[in-house]
């Protein structure tokens, strides 16, 4: 990407900084006072020698010139805090509101986008590359400032006292400028692939934490140990290519200002031997060429600064313009209830190119309960989270109350659905918080309905026991019937349970499921389950294969049918005796 693209991607901070301009403005002006100071020392420097040299013609004696030399370093020095201050603080402003933006952003964003992403890769979006663009806001536009500034009234004040020495002096830097220029597309590629490497990096340590019972168990450590280390050395190659590439920045600068020093010197003391400038002169305008040399060094570091900063935002843009594929329409109607209930339409789905539901229709009558079951990966819970519209669905394929959910409003929709997906997501926060999650309804009834309560006995703290990260204190079970009570205490009228029973044991599934049944009073139901007996209390299970609905019918009904529900059936009975055989075998 060449450079002038990659700055492209800064116009996006655009919108950002309404409301921080008049920030800029009185940071940019505070700093034109203090470079205002730093170059009126070299000025009275000149005043002094010269007076010095013709006392007759001193305008300024001594003591009064250094008093008031003192007097303004002092007045520098208070004003650049204050104009570091500023800008600095609106850097972080900005920082600010980036970041809500794209949190908010983020929020937008449906199961498509969260597929596709590492999650690992969105929190460096979130901690890399915002850093990257504060300093690039912060201390680079104050350096760029700063820059400009002294090289504006620098150079005027040099032209003042000699054009040609002035030519010579700064004749070696638009060589440098374009050295540079030549050297920042190539920064910035190099600075995307680090922070790339970087965020695979934070990726994967990510991933290892939340695995790390996973990677003991199957000893594992060495080989996440190998991949991070391999991640580690690509990102440490691209961070040393990075320091290499800016390390020849800096020589090009110095190179540059020193050969001008040089020239000054020369040509200088020839126009000061022959009495063309005096030697107060000479001496201010060297104090204005030393005043450049700092601001033509951070001249590439402000440069790599914005290599740096534009390939950030090039990365948050594309988080910041990543389009949901789930949208609300514009003319979204309100749902106030499932009323007719709920009716699937030739409804077809796929995953990019793969197909995974094909043409299923059904229809569920409000307080209906329907089992859906299948073979493992045949689209059962893709089935599920198509109906609270997690992921995108062509118009007319799917419909509540009569509506096509395309037409209706997300928030409503969504409030009517007590959802339970197959891997349960719980905070490190108490229990009764995590089922307040779903809802403000009754915490201890939803807890009693889910099969909850006589595992809160064995807690200390019971309601108030706080759960480990992601409820690593809680057994599968526990976690899966904590996420069970979080989807009745909204009191949906239409419970969508994906496999809710599948770290449950036999006897807990029998206890969980009379609980169930009397919460199920008056609400339409649909769960997904491979265990047939969770059907126990179902009017209806549909059965689905290769993207179709291949059987339904009672549960009686199936299994007299002989098809694939009794087939699974008796799988499910052969794997019971199976086990009940091992049992018997053990004890003897
Ligand atoms: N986000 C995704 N992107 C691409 N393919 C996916 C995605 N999620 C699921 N799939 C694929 O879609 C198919 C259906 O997945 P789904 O989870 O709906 O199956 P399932 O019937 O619920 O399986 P199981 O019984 O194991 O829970 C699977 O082959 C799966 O690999």
């Given at each position: 990407m060449g450079y002038s693209s990659s700055l492209q991607h800064l116009k996006t901070l655009v919108p950002f900084l309404d409301g921080l301009r008049w920030r800029y403005a009185v940071g940019a002006f505070l700093l034109v006072l203090t470079n205002a100071c730093a170059l009126l020392i070299p000025w009275l420097l000149k005043l002094v020698i010269d007076g010095l040299q013709h006392p007759e013609h001193a305008l300024l004696s001594s003591g009064k010139a250094a008093l008031l030399i003192g007097l303004i370093a002092v007045g520098y020095a208070l004003v650049r805090i204050f104009s570091r201050t500023v800008i600095l603080n609106a850097a972080r402003l900005l920082e600010f509101q980036i970041r809500e933006a794209l949190f908010a952003r983020l929020m937008t964003l449906d199961l498509v986008f969260f597929s596709r992403e590492r999650s690992g890769d969105i929190l460096s979006r979130f901690a890399n590359d915002l850093t990257n663009l504060r300093m690039l806001t912060g201390f680079g536009v104050m350096s760029l400032l700063n820059t400009v500034v002294l090289y504006l009234a620098g150079l005027w004040l040099m032209l003042q006292i000699n054009l040609w020495l002035t030519v010579a002096a700064v004749a070696p830097l638009p060589l440098m400028v374009l050295a540079v220029r030549a050297m920042s597309s190539r920064i910035f590629s190099v600075s995307r692939q680090a922070q790339d490497e970087l965020a695979r990096l934070s990726s994967l340590t990510e991933e290892s934490v939340g695995a790390i019972r996973l990677i003991k168990s199957y000893c594992r450590e060495a080989y996440v140990a190998g991949q991070f280390d391999r991640i580690s050395d690509h990102c440490l190659a691209k961070n040393l290519e990075l320091a290499r590439l800016r390390g020849l920045v800096m020589p090009v600068m110095a190179l540059a200002t020193g050969a001008g020093t040089l020239a000054v010197l020369y040509l200088g003391g020839r126009l000061v031997i022959t009495n063309q400038i005096s030697l107060g002169q000479f001496v201010a305008f060297s104090g204005y060429l030393a005043l450049l040399a700092w601001p033509t060094a951070v001249l590439g570091w402000i440069l790599t600064l914005v290599q740096r900063g534009a390939a950030s935002m090039a990365r948050l843009n594309e988080l910041l313009q990543s389009i949901p594929a789930v949208v609300e329409d514009p003319e979204a109607r309100p749902l106030g209830g499932i009323g007719k209930g709920l009716e699937l339409r030739e409804l077809r789905f796929s995953y990019g190119e793969r197909r995974i539901l094909d043409g299923i229709s059904f229809s569920i009558a409000p307080g209906e309960r329907v089992g859906i079951t299948g073979p493992v990966g045949c689209g059962k819970s893709t089935l599920l989270r198509l109906i609270p519209r997690l992921l995108p669905l062509p118009d007319s394929m799917l419909f509540l109350d009569g509506q096509d959910v395309n037409s209706l409003e997300l928030a409503s929709l969504r409030r009517l659905m007590g959802y339970v997906p197959q891997e349960t997501t719980l905070f490190s926060r108490s229990i009764a918080d995590n089922v307040a999650y779903g809802g403000n309804g009754d915490v201890a009834t939803a807890v009693q309905r889910a099969g909850l309560a006589a595992d809160l006995q064995s807690f200390s703290a019971g309601l108030a026991t706080v759960v480990g990260e992601r409820g690593v204190t809680l057994s599968g079970g526990q976690r899966q019937r904590v996420a069970l009570a979080r989807s009745l205490v909204r009191e949906p009228e239409l419970l969508l349970l994906?496999?809710?029973?599948?770290?449950?044991?036999a006897g807990r599934e029998d206890e969980i499921l009379g609980a169930l049944a009397e919460s199920w009073q008056g609400k339409t139901v649909l769960m997904v389950s491979q265990r047939l007996s969770a059907f126990r209390d179902c009017q209806r299970v549909l059965v689905l294969d290769e993207g179709r609905i291949v059987e339904q019918g009672t549960p009686d009904e199936l299994l007299q049918l002989g098809g694939r529900y009794a087939e699974l059936a008796r799988m499910q009975g052969m794997l019971k005796s199976e086990v009940r055989r091992v049992k018997l075998e053990g004890v003897s």
């Open positions: 994906d496999d809710p029973l599948a770290s449950v044991d």
